[in-house]
């Protein structure tokens, strides 16, 4: 066979392994959607590491603050419609706080023997815990059993001073109110699209948080890879607030603020299962806390930046 043939053979072959290789790129399709298996029991660490600051009369406030949770979660049962009841339980919880006025902190795993009496009552959590329908495109569709939850964390706190015990009953509230525990809930799940997907397809999804205040959430996910049964998957959001409706009344002065943001990371999952097994999150806001003391306003600029990182474990 004369060279030239050699040549255009081996050019064709070539041309030939390069079309394939990619089709099968193009063609690689991925179906995420929430689907454990009922009797399955899942291990998830969850750590937020935040840095708040506000700026008042020219003097900066800077807070630090890490809250952590440890939880098993069971897959109880399910419908015709695909959607999963969970049993989540707190097997750890973690919290600290450092201000200008001092550092608190509480760790259940080596708990202090004399902290905060609202710590204590967050450390009791351990061996507590709600339920939890998430859908199969994983949306935390209701949570029962936060009424009982809250009741005992309050009961737990046995504060008698009448001011103190609703400061405190406030503030349990605020980090484990149903919308709370949604949103925590929520970043262990991606908000899944229908159907299959290819490497590199986009699709968008709406939210809101509740940390500070009401804040929309408009996120962009997109397909990055999938290997060995986990798809790795890139969000990007941009967060912002309304100030007409984020208003909170403290009863003698109230708050509202007025942020935007952005909020990107890199969530792994485990399409098997659709839960994320490896996330990291990191979110910027920034903007303005106005507080309103007697028809008065003071505005406080304000910046916070938060860290979240899951790690998810099958038994």
């Keep these: 066979m004369s060279k030239r043939k050699v040549m255009g ?12 290789a990619s089709c099968t790129w193009e063609e690689v399709k991925v179906k995420m959607q929430f689907s454990p298996e ?16 506000q700026t008042f009369e020219g003097e900066e406030m800077i807070t630090e603050q890490t809250m952590g949770f440890g939880y098993s979660i069971s897959a109880t049962s399910g419908d015709e419609d695909g959607n999963v009841w969970l049993d989540a339980q707190y097997e750890w919880i973690q919290l600290q706080q450092n201000t200008p ?26 061996g507590k815990g709600f339920s939890m329908k998430v859908s199969p495109s994983g949306e935390v ?8 939850l809250l009741f005992g964390l309050i009961e737990d706190l046995g ?9 405190f009953e406030e503030q349990i509230q605020e980090q484990f109110s149903e919308e709370a525990l949604k949103e925590q809930m929520g970043n262990m799940i ?49 967060l912002n607030s309304d100030p007409e409706t984020s208003v909170m009344d403290m009863g003698m002065f109230q708050i509202k603020y007025d942020l ?24 910027e806001m920034s903007g303005e806390m106005t ?25």
């Design 159 to 167: 504060v008698e001073d009448e001011t103190l015990r609703a400061q």
């Design 38 to 53: 009922v009797g399955d029991v899942y291990r998830i660490d969850m750590t937020m590491v935040q840095e708040i600051t």
């Design 190 to 238: 991606v908000d899944y699209p229908e159907g299959e997907v290819r490497i590199g397809a986009t699709w968008t999804a709406s939210s809101q948080s509740t940390d500070l205040a009401p804040i929309a959430v408009e996120t962009t996910y997109t397909l990055e890879a999938y290997e060995d049964g986990i798809a790795t998957v890139r969000m990007v959001s941009t």
């Design 9 to 20: 053979t081996t050019i064709v072959f070539l041309m030939m392994v390069l079309s394939l």
């Design 101 to 126: 006025v001092g550092t608190v902190e509480y760790d259940s795993r080596n708990p202090p023997e004399d902290s905060d009496p609202l710590y204590q009552a967050f450390g009791n959590m351990v």
């Design 291 to 315: 507080l309103i003391v007697e028809e008065e306003e003071f505005s406080v600029p304000i910046t916070m930046t938060s860290n979240v990182t899951i790690e998810m474990i099958k038994d």
């Design 260 to 283: 935007t943001g952005t909020q990107e990371g890199t969530v792994e999952v485990d399409i098997e299962i659709g839960l994320s097994v490896n996330s990291v999150i990191t979110q």
């Design 141 to 148: 569709l209701e949570v029962t059993g936060v009424d009982t």
